[in-house]
Every structure is written in C-alpha cells, then in structure tokens.
C-alpha cells in the first residue's frame, strides 16, 4: 500500500539527491533518514539499520 509507494519514493530521494549535492549535504542525509525510518516502520529492519549506519557516518562527518 502507501509505505510501498513511499519507499519507492524515498529510495530514489538519496541517490538523486546525492548525484546533485553530494553526499554529506543535508538534503542528502534528511532523504536517507526518511528512508530509513519508511524501512523500519515495515520492519525491514537489517536494510534500515545499514541504512542508519551510513547516515550516522556521513552525518558525523559534517
């Protein structure tokens, strides 16, 4: 339903805005934390957390 439709979203969102922006700019880390979050509430929980971590690194980053 909905959160598939929002997944597919958010999972484009990241790379798009990765492409454009780079990959520490908020944008970037604010479309990948939402995806994120849409990953866990579907308990897909190992892709959410990897996720996270990758955030978390570039968020530390900055």
Known sequence: GKYKEAETIYRR??????????PEHPYTLTSMHSFALTLKTQEKL??????????TNQYIKI
């Open 13 to 22: 969102a990241p790379q798009g805005y990765e492409k454009v922006l780079g």
């Open 46 to 55: 190992y892709k959410a957390l990897s996720l996270l971590r990758q955030y």
